[in-house]
């Protein structure tokens, strides 16, 4: 659960940057156990401005059941990361967390040239609709039928 010495969760942080998907992982999975107590959001936070794409998805990852608000719009800031991998794991995430009013984001991925992505978009495009679209193309005809509705008005 908790760490006792918070030199021990940075060190398990540094670990989530390490060129190998295993060690990634199971940092990742280490500090999932940790997040609980809220006391490393923050560091794990910090790396979803990585330079490098492996180490923003261990985070995405990491973070996945734990966001708050405020992770909230830092990971809406990956729904556009140039990495494929990384946009549809963030839309994932974002679908858990965000409001109705976050819908356009995730709308703009039903677009996303990567069907991978498309996928990942349309999960979390039900999740905050409450729309149970069974294919993309019926989540874009959806959107084209109320983007304009006032509960889906946000800062585009």
Known sequence: GQFQDRSASRR????????????RLSAALALAECLKDG????D??????????????????TLAGFVSKPSARKIAKLLEDPDTETRGLAAAVFGGLG?????????????????AVQGSALMGFRALTGQGFPKVEDARQWWREHRHDTEFRFQE
Do not use: F, G, M
Request: aromatic letters at 0%; one cysteine or more.
């Open 44 to 61: 794990v936070e910090k790396l979803l401005e990585s330079p490098r794409p492996q180490v923003r998805r261990a985070a995405l990852s």
């Open 99 to 115: 409001t109705r009013a976050d819908v356009p984001r995730l709308a703009r991925l039903l677009e996303d040239p990567s069907s």
């Open 12 to 23: 398990i942080l540094c670990l989530l940057e390490d060129p190998e998907h295993q060690v």
């Open 39 to 42: 006391t490393v959001i923050p």
